[in-house]
């Protein structure tokens, strides 16, 4: 049995469920947060949104870009994840940062910022999955297959389901899984890099490094930047490590440096797949005009010939996307039991409970999965309002990412001092983080314009729109539980922190 203090009404409670066991290292949350991320596969499938948006410079250049302003944000925040270890992560950071007269709702926000991003990528990551598995079906039929929005969506049901029942049953297996995932990763990428490499035919490298094009209506300025800010999609979900935190042996200092390490593997990756895909390109038109509605499918095809090859190289990808899906529903079921536990949610005493035979939030997983099936039927009605809120994925996790990072500039990075910190970032700290403001303020505005002009209601970008119902949602969910959240409980905390730390914490909390 687990006792825990409630440092904010000092009640102590018990609770029979256990807590999370702490049996995943660094290098399983290195490869869990990689698969997520997924960095040089999601640029295959983003190809079609950036070549005809800026071209290959906007592609190459904004992607290396976005490497380097994501790693300025990834180690912002990952010095936070070092002094405050929890499932909850950015809500967390952000209640403990924040003024006593504002933090309940501030760091309330923040975490529903951050459930809605992970909910969000979740379908996001199977979609890609489902569209890759339908991909390899038309080019191995020879487009005797036909696509239909039901099919795809029972494909996409199907690989929810069964990353449902991997974390519901697989908890035992999750560090090898993780591990499994990475390897296959890496492979698929040396296969389907050496494959286009030996096989196509060459792009100048004229073009690879100076070449643009810009189909969008926008001036070439715009287009180039809306081409480039696509990119960041490709580098998102790095907070993965801080909500699996409470799974580790020493969070203070793996969360950090997991989180960094997946996002330099998937910048070096990403970068060096880029590559590949610029100089083995061929025709844009017919890469981008194919009918399996992937364009890294109609590649592998035009250069070995091989439908066979083909549709086994793009299957590989889709196994990928299967992994990172799994990884995401993992993530997201941590992050939605912290926030029941915190009392942040509709039902918190019903979703906060581990089963105690596989010590994992089973019902904030099937919570998950009923999400992600309901919404995921966006898919079957009108493409734009789909294309909405898979597009809401990037901004949602982005500003759950800087809102702690502003109020820890808003407060002075002095704060931290008082803290025992394992990753500092020193002397750099405050350059880094006003990049990662600067940063996802920039991407965060272009993100929300249409990627084409003249606009009309079917070219529309409506992630404000989503963004519109979000906080309608929070202001809803908050009427029915700011009298039942507090803030996180920072007793989870003992344990993992030096004594002296935990005790100063607490300390903070009641004044």
Not at 245 to 273: C, K, L
Not at 479 to 502: E, F, W
Request: a positive charge; aromatic letters at 12%; charged letters at 10%.
């Amino acid at each position: 049995m687990c006792i825990t203090k409630n440092v904010h009404n000092s009640t102590v409670q018990e609770h029979e469920d256990p807590r999370l066991q702490r049996k995943l290292g660094k290098f399983n949350m290195i490869a869990m947060t990689f698969t997520i991320l997924n960095t040089w596969i999601a640029l295959a499938g983003i190809m079609g949104l950036v070549l005809p948006s800026g071209g290959a410079v906007a592609f190459l250049y904004g992607f290396i870009i976005c490497v380097l302003c994501n790693l300025c944000l990834t180690a912002s925040l990952g010095e936070l994840a070092s002094v405050w270890p929890t499932a909850g992560g950015q809500y967390h950071y952000t209640y403990m940062l924040g003024a006593k007269r504002w933090r309940r709702l501030a760091s309330f926000s923040v975490g529903w910022l951050s459930i809605a991003g992970w909910l969000t990528l979740v379908t996001t990551a199977c979609y890609f999955a489902a569209f890759f598995i339908t991909a390899a079906a038309i080019v191995a039929t020879d487009n005797a297959y036909e696509s239909q929005p039901w099919k795809v969506y029972l494909i996409f049901a199907a690989i929810m389901v069964f990353t449902t029942l991997a974390n519901l049953y697989g908890n035992r297996i999750l560090d090898w899984w993780n591990n499994a995932a990475l390897v296959w990763s890496l492979l698929s990428f040396a296969a389907i890099s050496i494959t286009l490499l030996a096989t196509s035919n060459k792009t100048s490298a004229k073009y690879v490094f100076t070449g643009s094009d810009n189909s969008t209506g926008w001036s070439s300025g715009i287009s180039c930047i809306l081409g480039m800010v696509q990119s960041a999609l490709s580098l998102i979900g790095s907070d993965a490590a801080t909500h699996m935190s409470e799974e580790m042996p020493n969070p203070s200092r793996d969360t950090p440096r997991a989180m960094m390490y997946s996002v330099a593997i998937g910048g070096i990756t990403g970068a060096a797949f880029l590559l590949v895909i610029l100089f083995c390109l061929g025709n844009i038109d017919d890469i981008l005009g194919t009918s399996t509605g992937m364009p890294i499918t109609e590649m592998v095809y035009r250069s070995t010939g091989s439908r066979a090859t083909a549709a086994t190289l793009t299957f590989a990808l889709a196994i990928c996307f299967i992994n990172g899906t799994n990884g995401a529903v993992t993530t997201v079921s941590r992050l939605m039991y912290a926030m029941a536990r915190d009392g942040g949610a509709p039902g918190s005493r019903f979703f906060a409970k581990l089963d105690p035979k596989f010590n994992v939030p089973s019902r904030t997983i099937l919570a998950c999965l009923a999400f992600n099936l309901s919404f995921g039927l966006l898919y079957l009605g009108p493409t734009v309002a789909f294309n909405a809120y898979t597009a809401s994925t990037t901004t949602f996790l982005n500003v759950s990412y800087v809102v702690p990072i502003i109020i820890l500039l808003l407060r002075g990075r002095k704060i931290l001092d008082q803290e025992v910190v394992e990753y500092s970032l020193g002397r750099m700290g405050l350059v880094w983080n006003w990049i990662s403001v600067v940063f996802v303020i920039f991407v965060s505005v272009f993100l929300c314009f249409p990627a084409g002009i003249p606009v009309d209601a079917s070219s529309m970008n409506y992630v404000t729109a989503v963004f519109g119902i979000f906080g309608l949602f929070v202001a809803i969910t908050w009427a029915l539980t700011r009298n039942l959240y507090h803030g996180p409980d920072i007793t989870i905390l003992t344990g993992i922190q030096p004594v002296n730390s935990a005790q100063l914490q607490i300390q903070r909390l009641k004044s």
